[in-house]
Nanobody, 119 residues
Framework: QVRLVESGGGLVQPGGSLRLSCVTSGFTYSNYRMSWYRQAPGKERELVASISITGRSTNYLDSVKGRFTISRDNAKNTVWLQMNSLKPEDLAVYYC????????????WGQGTQVTVSS
């Protein structure tokens, strides 16, 4: 059974930090590109950050560059999103995503974790 379980969301003041975690199981994690998406109220889901299967290559949404860092550990089947200097516009539900390197039509999603940035 495939599972992607996010944690680490919560309420933080502007300028604060959070670290999201996504622990996975049920598939060969090291063969999957991992990403974080987010969906703000009334908006479409957008790609925030992604990381290659080796971890050597990352990509970020322009608005989070320099503030967010995605990382992974293939031994722990886990991906993280370190979020610093959070802004109110970062408020969203954050989703973990896994996409097969060999078959890009195979995609798994987590259930999401809420991030609220407010004073």
């Amino acid at each position: 059974q495939v599972r992607l379980v996010e944690s680490g969301g919560g309420l933080v003041q502007p300028g604060g930090s959070l670290r999201l975690s996504c622990v996975t199981s049920g598939f060969t994690y090291s063969n999957y590109r991992m990403s974080w998406y987010r969906q703000a109220p009334g908006k479409e889901r957008e790609l925030v950050a992604s990381i290659s299967i080796t971890g050597r290559s990352t990509n970020y949404l322009d608005s989070v560059k320099g503030r967010f860092t995605i990382s992974r550990d293939n031994a722990k089947n886990t991906v993280w999103l370190q979020m610093n200097s959070l802004k109110p516009e970062d408020l969203a539900v954050y989703y973990c995503n896994a996409r097969s390197q060999h078959r890009t039509d195979i995609v798994y999603w987590g259930q999401g974790t809420q991030v609220t940035v407010s004073s």
